[in-house]
């Protein structure tokens, strides 16, 4: 089965040889004391960030649930559908919890959102940006419109870029109010190692640490991401090929766009939706290759499939042309 519902790189970025030095390079009886440093200096590094202004934790995950408990008392607020841990953390931290459905085509009514943020009053309102499941991005002024409700309520903004790579520069709402939280899961290809980032500043970093363990990651798991990405080469070809495998993705699935709807892709999967979604979504996964299906109500008609490897392509196209023969043309 060619595994199309987890939203993970198709091929490993870690080389054999990264193996040996960083079994050489850990010591393995003592607490990992200088490795989250010089993990952060590269990562800050790489993307223009102030290192004292990040911070690292076992995935985006880790990241979602502390600013939960961190600045979430008063409520948590989000959109949906959207990643579906929002709504464990806050059941789990039994916070308010509050979601601001999409319209039918999944798009977004900001001024919607913008007055239940004032009715709610929420102390965190969160999304991902690029979305999931949509895989698309938000407009520059729908995000500051969050920003600035949620500064008029005294609460914070968390943007969930764990997609960023694969989608395109924006100007991010600013001020001590917005949280950036970012993942080595995705366009890194690291989701095994568990490494996440938050992007906070001022009182907001502190308040958001404040319950930091003193030893976040496992020595291992930081020097295998830091070998890695000091391997600049390779990242960039590593980030290339998954770029290239969501083009070749969302290619593949704009041939059936008139019998249902494909939408464009920031992100390394592809959103399908309509009454024939589960059909196709069905009948590819009897052929090998599982997408992602949801029971939710609001997702029923939908599958979201994720990038495979380059040479799994010609079969998928093959089969999604073999499934569109047998359907008559109506939108
Ligand atoms: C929007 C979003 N945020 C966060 C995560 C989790 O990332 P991590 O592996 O860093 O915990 C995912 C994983 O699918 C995701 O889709």
């Known amino acids: 089965m060619v595994i199309m519902n987890r939203n993970t790189s198709p091929i490993s970025p870690i080389k054999k040889e990264y193996m040996d030095e960083v079994y050489n390079r850990t010591v393995f009886q003592d607490y990992p004391d200088v490795e989250l440093g010089q993990l952060k200096d590269i990562y800050a590094k790489d993307n223009n960030l102030n290192v004292d202004e990040i911070e690292?934790?076992?995935?985006?995950?880790?990241?979602?649930?502390?600013?939960?408990?961190?600045?979430?008392?008063?409520?948590?607020?989000?959109?949906?559908?959207?990643?579906?841990?929002?709504?464990?953390?806050?059941?789990?931290?039994?916070?308010?919890?509050?979601?601001?459905?999409?319209?039918?085509?999944?798009?977004?009514?900001?001024?919607?959102?913008?007055?239940?943020?004032?009715?709610?009053?929420?102390?965190?309102?969160?999304?991902?940006?690029?979305?999931?499941?949509?895989?698309?991005?938000?407009?520059e002024d729908e995000l500051q419109a969050i920003a600035d409700a949620m500064e008029a309520m005294h609460g914070y903004f968390v943007i969930d870029e764990a997609y960023i790579e694969f989608g395109k520069e924006y100007a991010r709402p600013d001020g001590e109010h917005v949280l950036i939280i970012r993942t080595l899961s995705k366009i890194y290809g690291l989701a095994g190692l568990r490494i996440g980032i938050i992007i906070a500043k001022g009182e907001t970093y502190d308040k958001v640490t404040r319950i930091n363990h003193p030893y976040p990651l496992d020595h291992v798991g930081m020097n295998l991401a830091s070998v890695f990405l000091e391997d600049k080469a390779w990242v960039k070809e590593y980030a290339n090929y998954q770029i290239?495998?969501?083009?070749?993705?969302?290619?593949?699935?704009?041939?059936?766009?008139?019998?249902?709807?494909?939408?464009?892709?920031?992100?390394?999967?592809?959103?399908?939706?309509?009454?024939?979604?589960?059909?196709?979504?069905?009948?590819?996964?009897?052929?090998?290759?599982?997408?992602?299906?949801?029971e939710e109500d609001n997702l029923?008609?939908?599958?979201?499939?994720?990038?495979?490897?380059?040479?799994?392509?010609?079969?998928?196209?093959?089969?999604?042309?073999?499934?569109l023969k047998n359907q008559t043309i109506k939108k």
């Open 56 to 139: 690292l934790a076992s995935g985006a995950d880790e990241w979602i649930q502390k600013t939960f408990i961190t600045l979430g008392q008063k409520g948590i607020m989000t959109i949906t559908p959207d990643f579906f841990m929002y709504k464990e953390y806050a059941e789990q931290l039994q916070l308010p919890f509050y979601e601001v459905e999409s319209e039918a085509d999944y798009s977004f009514d900001f001024d919607k959102i913008v007055k239940a943020i004032y009715k709610k009053k929420p102390s965190l309102f969160i999304l991902s940006n690029p979305h999931n499941p949509t895989g698309l991005m938000f407009k």
């Open 244 to 294: 290239e495998a969501r083009d070749m993705l969302v290619d593949a699935f704009k041939q059936v766009n008139q019998v249902m709807s494909v939408n464009d892709s920031y992100t390394n999967f592809v959103f399908t939706y309509g009454d024939r979604a589960l059909s196709l979504g069905r009948y590819l996964e009897e052929n090998g290759f599982s997408g992602r299906f949801y």
């Open 300 to 323: 029923k008609e939908t599958v979201r499939y994720s990038i495979i490897k380059h040479e799994d392509y010609p079969r998928l196209n093959e089969l999604i042309e073999e499934w």
